[in-house]
Structure formats: structure tokens, C-alpha cells
């Protein structure tokens, strides 16, 4: 994967990524990805393109289990989020809906940074700085999971949940 940074703070929470007066539109997925981060970047759904990568410090997705910002996040091309730290719910919820979330150190990151992810080997090559930065591996079942398109497809395919691989 291979793309164009997007920099966040600490403690992004659900809030931040869809507001809560949107919830409203919750079974109108096209519509409520249009406001993801109104009014923490305002614009970003017109200015973010398909392949590109959140990068955030510490506790992202902190605060509700609300699913709708993992699948926000991915509906509007978003391939994967990179933090020093996730809030666990919102962390689960990203490979259940089949984004890749990865934990490493983002301090090196800038804003419009190219960078290229590789998963299966646990690296991210930093363009800019022309250095590879290593992350703990993601397990086999999430990589899975995360192959199959998320948990429903991946449950659809094996008919249940499949962890002897």
C-alpha cells in the first residue's frame, strides 16, 4: 500500500471522525462519509483521495464504539490508519470492517508524506526521509479477516469464524 499522509493529533475520538449530529444518517453511508472530520479539518472528504493513509499520535478513536467512523473513514479511500496507540473498540472495529489499522511510533510522519505499508512484512517505508520504519506484525487471523473484506465477508466465507490458519 502506497500513499499520501494525512497527520492527526492525540486523542481523536469518534466524535472527531463523524459528529454525533450526524448519527441521524446512519443508514445513509454515502451521505455521513461527507462530513468525516468536519470540523477537525474541514473539507477533508473533498481533498482526500482514494490510497491515501491517516497517521495520528496517541488513543485514536477514543469514545464511542461508534463502528460508522472505521467505516467512514474507509468509504472515502482511506487504506489503512497508522497510530501510536488505539481505544481498543474502535481498533477492532477497523478490521472488522476491513481496514488495517497499525500501531508504531508516527512522530517521523508529516503531513502529505509519502509512505508505502507493507503488512505482511511489518515495515513502512518513509519516502522523505528515505528510512524504514518497522511495527509488530499483524496476526494471521487479522490479516485474514482483513483479506476477506472484513468479519461479515469473512464469516460469510467460512461460515463461521476461522481461526485454524
Request: hydrophobic share 40%; glycine share 8%; charged share 25%.
Given at each position: 500500500m502506497?500513499?499520501r499522509?494525512?497527520?492527526?493529533?492525540?486523542?481523536?475520538?469518534?466524535?472527531?471522525?463523524?459528529?454525533?449530529r450526524?448519527?441521524?444518517?446512519?443508514?445513509?453511508?454515502?451521505?455521513l462519509?461527507?462530513?468525516?472530520?468536519?470540523?477537525?479539518?474541514?473539507?477533508?472528504?473533498?481533498?482526500?483521495?482514494?490510497?491515501?493513509?491517516?497517521?495520528?499520535?496517541?488513543n485514536?478513536?477514543?469514545?464511542?464504539?461508534?463502528?460508522?467512523?472505521?467505516?467512514?473513514?474507509?468509504?472515502?479511500?482511506?487504506?489503512?490508519?497508522?497510530?501510536?496507540?488505539?481505544?481498543?473498540?474502535?481498533?477492532r472495529n477497523?478490521?472488522?470492517?476491513?481496514?488495517?489499522?497499525v500501531?508504531?511510533?508516527?512522530?517521523?510522519?508529516r503531513?502529505?508524506?509519502?509512505?508505502?505499508?507493507?503488512?505482511?512484512?511489518?515495515?513502512?517505508?518513509?519516502?522523505?526521509?528515505?528510512?524504514?520504519?518497522?511495527f509488530?506484525?499483524?496476526p494471521?487471523?487479522?490479516?485474514?479477516?482483513?483479506?476477506?473484506?472484513?468479519?461479515?465477508?469473512h464469516v460469510?466465507?467460512?461460515?463461521?469464524l476461522?481461526?485454524?490458519?
Amino acid at each position: 500500500m502506497k500513499g499520501r499522509v494525512w497527520k492527526f493529533g492525540d486523542a481523536i475520538s469518534t466524535d472527531h471522525i463523524i459528529p454525533g449530529r450526524y448519527f441521524y444518517l446512519r443508514s445513509n453511508l454515502p451521505e455521513l462519509a461527507k462530513h468525516i472530520f468536519e470540523y477537525e479539518r474541514p473539507g477533508f472528504s473533498e481533498r482526500v483521495t482514494p490510497g491515501d493513509v491517516i497517521v495520528a499520535g496517541q488513543n485514536f478513536g477514543q469514545g464511542s464504539s461508534r463502528e460508522h467512523a472505521a467505516i467512514v473513514i474507509k468509504m472515502n479511500g482511506i487504506q489503512a490508519v497508522i497510530a501510536k496507540s488505539f481505544a481498543r473498540i474502535f481498533y477492532r472495529n477497523c478490521f472488522n470492517n476491513g481496514l488495517p489499522a497499525v500501531i508504531c511510533d508516527t512522530e517521523r510522519f508529516r503531513e502529505g508524506d509519502e509512505i508505502e505499508l507493507f503488512l505482511d512484512e511489518g515495515k513502512i517505508i518513509h519516502y522523505p526521509r528515505s528510512e524504514t520504519i518497522s511495527f509488530v506484525s499483524i496476526p494471521p487471523v487479522m490479516k485474514r479477516i482483513l483479506e476477506d473484506g472484513g468479519l461479515v465477508e469473512h464469516v460469510k466465507k467460512y461460515k463461521d469464524l476461522r481461526l485454524d490458519f
